[in-house]
């Protein structure tokens, strides 16, 4: 079973600033199968990236996504105030086999 | 308008039976997989496992394999997770979401959540 790790597990950012999330993978995954999902509280997960780097619909431009192998990323350029939230990063492979990352959240400092 | 619209909140006692829903709209049911995501208060996001309507075929995360039972009705659109006997640790949010594959490959629509407590 391949194993995400998410770094940092809080990030504490000011509204404008810029947020670099990781996502570190036990074993490497195919950049196809690689998505990010913002979570806010009370509310279901979003899809925001998939395939490591494509934005899905309606997501704005200043979310973007980036990596291969092993280290994916998610970078937000300008946080905006609805950007604070919990986000996962998400592979599969065969099987089918979905694993989730644990989480980022980013705060607002 | 995509949706996919869950059942709603449920208490139960330990060692109570349970079915929860799942209902997709606005997309032909049939030829998506459908997956179901826990998650335990405070927690992170687990899969649990995923099932493609028009075959029934089923794939169970081992964590959750022989646990829950995963079901759907394709002739009503909806989708199914079910407990034969709940444990106080079963108490989580549980999500369904729809999983669209190429070029996606990701779980792009996602139900409003169903709230399972279980307590005696």
């Known amino acids: 079973e391949i194993v995400l790790t998410q770094s940092p597990g809080t990030l504490s950012l000011s509204p404008g600033e810029r947020a670099t999330l990781s996502c570190r993978a036990s074993q490497s995954v195919s950049s196809s199968y690689l998505a990010w999902y913002q979570q806010k509280p009370g509310q279901a997960p979003r899809l925001l990236i998939y395939g490591a780097s494509s934005r899905a619909t309606g997501i704005p431009d200043r979310f973007s996504g980036s990596g291969s192998g092993t280290d994916f990323t998610l970078t937000i350029s300008r946080l905006e105030p609805e950007d604070f939230a919990v986000y996962y990063c998400q592979q599969y492979n065969s099987s089918p086999i979905f694993t989730f990352g644990p989480g980022t959240k980013v705060d607002i400092k | 308008e995509v949706q996919l619209v869950q059942s709603g909140a449920e208490v139960k006692k330990p060692g109570e039976s349970l079915k929860i829903s799942c209902k997709g709209s606005?997309?032909?049911?049939?030829?998506?997989?459908i997956g179901w995501v826990r998650q335990m208060p405070g927690k992170g996001l687990e899969w649990m496992g995923i099932i493609f309507p028009v075959d029934s075929d089923i794939r169970y995360s081992p964590s959750f394999q022989g646990q829950v039972t995963i079901s759907a009705d394709k002739s009503i659109s909806t989708a199914y997770l079910q407990w034969s006997s709940l444990k106080a640790s079963d108490t989580a949010m549980y999500y369904c979401?729809?999983?669209?594959?190429?070029?996606?490959?990701?779980?792009?629509?996602w139900g409003q959540g169903t709230m399972v407590t279980v307590s005696s």
């Open positions: 979401a729809r999983y669209s594959s190429t070029p996606k490959e990701a779980f792009d629509i």
């Open positions: 606005g997309y032909s049911f049939t030829i998506y997989w």
